[in-house]
C-alpha cells in the first residue's frame, strides 16, 4: 500500500484542516473576496472543507470601485453557484462619507484606502475572523506572517508579538474588539495555485488569458487604458496581447505581455518567468517596505 | 502532473555562519529567484559596496529587524525541483531565539545544521541539534560550509564529523548525514564540488530530493481528532452526519471498526468523503470526514480510533516544554488553558522535575524557575482527559501548546513524554 500524496493534496488538506479550524474556533468568520485567483481557490477550498453542508463564511468583497467588470461578473456568478452570502465594502461609499480621502493626480489609486473600508467592513459585520488568500511567496513581509494572525482592537498587525505557531495547534483566542486575520493558503506558491487550478479544472475570470486590451506604459509596467487612471501628456496608448497575473483594482494592476490562452501555457509561462508576480503592482513599488508598512496598519 | 512530494525542512544559524547565504545559494541556483528579486538585491550590494552579488540579501528581512539588526522571527521561503516542493522555516539560530527554533522544527521533516569549518562544534551547533531531537526531527543533516576557508581539507571535514558523532551519541536521533560544502562558491550544494573528490556522498540539493520522507508519518496507530461535525440540514443530505478532521496516524478503510473517545461507543466507517470525494482509504496527513453506521454522539474534541489500538486516556500528564514567554515564567501550581487536537482545556501545572541545560543536557533540580528559551520537564493535571500518545510515537497526538488566560498568548509548546 503506497501510503502518500503529492505536495498540491497535501497542501489542500491543510488549508481545508486551517479553514475547519476557523469554522470551530470563532462566531463569525468571513472570507475576503477580491475576485483574484487565490481567494477563488479559497471559495473552492471552503465549499470542500464542509461539502455537503454550505460554506459557513459569508463572502466580503471590499469595492474599490475601480473594478475591471470581468471581476464583478465572476464574482456574482461564483456566488451564486455555491449559494454564499455576498456581504460588499465599499470605498466609494467611505470616500463620500468622509471616512478617507480621495488620492489625486497621476498616480493616484484607491488600494490604500481599502485598508479603511476593509476594517471599517469588519467592524460593523461584527467579524471575528477575515479568511483571506495572502501567501507567503508573494512578498518578504508576508514570509513572516502566521496562519492564524492576531490584530489588535485597531486591527493592526505587530510582526514582534506574533504567536508561535507550533504543530498544528492554532490558538485563535481574543479580547472582545480584537481579531483575527486566518491565511489558509499560506503555504502554497503561484505555481502550485495555477497547478491545482488546473488539476480541479476550476473556472477563471477571463482577465487571467492573454486578450486584446489598450494599454499604456508607465515605469516599466503595462497599465490598461480606463478612465480611473489620469495619463500623463507622454503616454501613449496601444493595443497588446495581455493578460493580468494578479487581480486588483484597475489603478494598480500591472497587465503582462503573454499569449498564454489556457491554464496549461500559464503554468508553462510561471515556470519559466523571470519576474515575481506582484512584480507589477506599483501599490507595492511605492517603498522598499510598502507591504509591511501597509500590513501594519491593516491591509490584507 | 508531475507527483512530487513535499518536504519541510528548519536551518537555524547565527549572521555569520553563511546560513543565509546558503539559502540565497539554493534558492539561486534551483532558478527559484526572480530577475525584479536578483536586480534588486545587485542593486543593494552594489550601494553596500560588496564584491558580486550577496546572495544573502535573498532573505534579507523586514524593516523592523534591519532597524535593529536581528532576525525576529521564523520566515517560510520556498522552492522547487521537478522532484520535491521545499518548504524552509528559516530560524535565528541565538540562544535567545530558542522559541522560534523549536517553531520551525515542530513541522520539519528535515533540520539543517551548519557548522562554520573554521570553528568546528560549537554551542550553537550542539543548541540546535539537541532541539532537533527534543522535537524528533526525522533526519538530521549536517552541513560542514566555508570549507574554502579551510582549503576544502578532508583532515578539518573529518574531525568535525566526528566530533560532532561524539556529541551526538548522547542524542536521539535516528538519521544523521554529512555533507562539506561551501554556500558562497556553491560547492556540493546544487553542483558537485571538483575541489572536494574525497568526498563521495551527495550534494545537498540531492540529499533534499531523496532523502526518504514518506514513512515519517505514523501509519501504525490509527487516530482521528473530530473538528466538526458536518450535518448539511438539507433535503437532498437529510440524515448526513459526517465527522470532519485530519488524519493523525494509522489509516481508515470502509468497514473497520472503531471506537469514539471518550464515549466509548464502536461503530463502522461506512464512507470516507475527501477533497475529492469517495475514497476508501484514509491515512495522514489527509482531511477528510468520516461516516459511521451507527448514530453515536461524538463531538469536537472526540477522537475516533481503531478498538484494539488506543491511545492513552488521563488527566494526569508528564510533559517537556519549551517556555515562550518574556514577561512571565512558568507558575508552579498555577494554571492554564491548554490545547491539544482539537481539544480546549485547562490545566493545572502540579510539579517542575527539571529544568535541562540545552548546552550540555544536564538536569537541573535546583534552579527550576523555567523562563523564557528554557526547556524543562514538567507534571499537569488537566480539567477533562486528553487521549495522546507518547510525542516520540506520534507528534499529532502527542503536542500540546500552553496559553496564559489573561493575555491569550501561546507561553510554551509541550511534549508528551
Redo the contacts between chains.
Keep these: 500500500?503506497n501510503?502518500?500524496?503529492?505536495?498540491l493534496?497535501?497542501?489542500?488538506?491543510?488549508s481545508?484542516?486551517i479553514m475547519?479550524?476557523v469554522?470551530?474556533q470563532f462566531e463569525n468568520p468571513v472570507l475576503m473576496f477580491s475576485g483574484g485567483k487565490d481567494s477563488i481557490l479559497m471559495v473552492y477550498l471552503a465549499h470542500?472543507?464542509?461539502?455537503?453542508?454550505?460554506i459557513p463564511f459569508s463572502l466580503l468583497h471590499v469595492d474599490t470601485g475601480h473594478n475591471f467588470p470581468e471581476t464583478l461578473k465572476y464574482r456574482d456568478e461564483l456566488v451564486e453557484r455555491f449559494g454564499a452570502k455576498l456581504v460588499i465594502g465599499s470605498v466609494q461609499e467611505a470616500i463620500d462619507n468622509g471616512l478617507v480621502t480621495e488620492e489625486k493626480g497621476f498616480n493616484a489609486s484607491r488600494n490604500g484606502l481599502q485598508t479603511s473600508a476593509l476594517l471599517e467592513a469588519l467592524e460593523k459585520g461584527k467579524y471575528d475572523a477575515a479568511l483571506g488568500g495572502a501567501r507567503?511567496?508573494e512578498e518578504?513581509?508576508r514570509?513572516?506572517e502566521r496562519f492564524f494572525s492576531h490584530r489588535d482592537e485597531f486591527g493592526q498587525w505587530d510582526?514582534?508579538n506574533?504567536?508561535?505557531?507550533?504543530?498544528?495547534?492554532f490558538?485563535g483566542?481574543?479580547?472582545m474588539g480584537e481579531h483575527f486575520r486566518i491565511f489558509p493558503i499560506?503555504?502554497w506558491?503561484e505555481?502550485?495555485v495555477w497547478?491545482y487550478l488546473?488539476?480541479e479544472d476550476i473556472p477563471l475570470p477571463s482577465l487571467y488569458f492573454a486578450h486584446e486590451r489598450k494599454v499604456f506604459k508607465r515605469d516599466g509596467t503595462l497599465l490598461a487604458d480606463c478612465e480611473y487612471i489620469q495619463k500623463r501628456p507622454n503616454e501613449e496608448v496601444f493595443t497588446q496581447m495581455v493578460r493580468c497575473r494578479t487581480i486588483g483594482d484597475m489603478t494598480c494592476t500591472g497587465v503582462w505581455e503573454s499569449n498564454a490562452t489556457t491554464v496549461e501555457d500559464i503554468i508553462q509561462e510561471i515556470a519559466t518567468?523571470?519576474?515575481?508576480e506582484r512584480?507589477g503592482r506599483t501599490d507595492d513599488k511605492r517603498s522598499?517596505?510598502s507591504m509591511?508598512?501597509r500590513k501594519k496598519l491593516g491591509y490584507f | 502532473m508531475q507527483n512530487t512530494e513535499l518536504l519541510r525542512f528548519t536551518t537555524a544559524g547565527s549572521v555569520d555562519d553563511g546560513k543565509s547565504t546558503l539559502i540565497g545559494r539554493l534558492l539561486y541556483d534551483s532558478k527559484s529567484i526572480y530577475q525584479d528579486q536578483y536586480e534588486q538585491i545587485e542593486r543593494v550590494s552594489e550601494k553596500r559596496g560588496e564584491e558580486g552579488v550577496n546572495l544573502a540579501l535573498l532573505t534579507d528581512g523586514l524593516k523592523s529587524e534591519r532597524e535593529q539588526g536581528i532576525t525576529i522571527d521564523v520566515a517560510y521561503r520556498y522552492f522547487s525541483t521537478p522532484k520535491r516542493k521545499f518548504i524552509i522555516a528559516d530560524t535565528p539560530g541565538h540562544i535567545q531565539y530558542t522559541r522560534n527554533m523549536v517553531t520551525g522544527a515542530s513541522t520539519a521533516n528535515v533540520a539543517l545544521v551548519l557548522i562554520d569549518a573554521r570553528h568546528g562544534v560549537v554551542e550553537q551547533t550542539k543548541r540546535h541539534a539537541i532541539i532537533a531531537s527534543i522535537l524528533q526531527i526525522p533526519h538530521l543533516l549536517v552541513c560542514i560550509n566555508k570549507m574554502d576557508l579551510e582549503e576544502y581539507s578532508q583532515e578539518v571535514y573529518d574531525k568535525i564529523q566526528n566530533d560532532f558523532e561524539q556529541f551526538a551519541a548522547k542524542l536521539d536521533v535516528k538519521d544523521v548525514s554529512f555533507i562539506p560544502i561551501s554556500a558562497l562558491n556553491g560547492d556540493n550544494v546544487v553542483h558537485r564540488s571538483d575541489k572536494m573528490n574525497w568526498y563521495e556522498g551527495s550534494t545537498l540539493m540531492h540529499y533534499l530530493e531523496n532523502v526518504h520522507i514518506a514513512s515519517d508519518h505514523n501509519f501504525i496507530d490509527t487516530r482521528l481528532p473530530i473538528q466538526s461535525v458536518i450535518r448539511p440540514y438539507s433535503d437532498e443530505f437529510h440524515d448526513y452526519r459526517g465527522y470532519a478532521g485530519r488524519i493523525a496516524g494509522g489509516s481508515f478503510k470502509i468497514g473497520d471498526k472503531v471506537v469514539a473517545l471518550p464515549s466509548g461507543f464502536s461503530s463502522e466507517v461506512t464512507r470516507i468523503v475527501g477533497p475529492s470525494g469517495d475514497q476508501d482509504v484514509a491515512y495522514p496527513p489527509q482531511s477528510v470526514t468520516l461516516l459511521l453506521k451507527d448514530d453515536i454522539d461524538i463531538s469536537r474534541g472526540d477522537m475516533i480510533v481503531r478498538e484494539n489500538n488506543q491511545p492513552e486516556v488521563g488527566q494526569d500528564i508528564d510533559l517537556m516544554i519549551c517556555w515562550f514567554d518574556g514577561e512571565k515564567s512558568l507558575k508552579p501550581n498555577g494554571k492554564y488553558a491548554l490545547k491539544h487536537t482539537s481539544q480546549d482545556v485547562r490545566c493545572v501545572i502540579k510539579d517542575v522535575r527539571y529544568k535541562l541545560d540545552i548546552n550540555t543536557l544536564s538536569r537541573d533540580q535546583e534552579d527550576k524557575e523555567i523562563k523564557m528559551n528554557d526547556i524543562g520537564r514538567i507534571q499537569i493535571r488537566t480539567t477533562k482527559p486528553l487521549f495522546t500518545d507518547s510525542y516520540r510515537t506520534n507528534r499529532i497526538t502527542g503536542s500540546v501548546i500552553i496559553i496564559d488566560e489573561g493575555t491569550n498568548n501561546t507561553v510554551a509548546a509541550g511534549m508528551v513524554i
Design positions: 500500500m501510503y502518500q500524496i503529492d505536495h493534496r497535501e497542501l489542500e488538506s491543510e481545508i484542516f475547519r479550524e469554522a470551530a470542500k472543507a464542509f461539502y455537503p453542508a454550505k507567503r511567496d518578504k513581509a514570509a513572516k510582526p514582534k506574533q504567536r508561535p505557531e507550533l504543530w498544528n495547534l490558538n483566542r481574543k479580547n499560506s503555504n506558491t505555481l502550485d497547478q488546473a488539476l518567468t523571470r519576474m515575481t512584480g522598499e517596505t509591511e508598512d
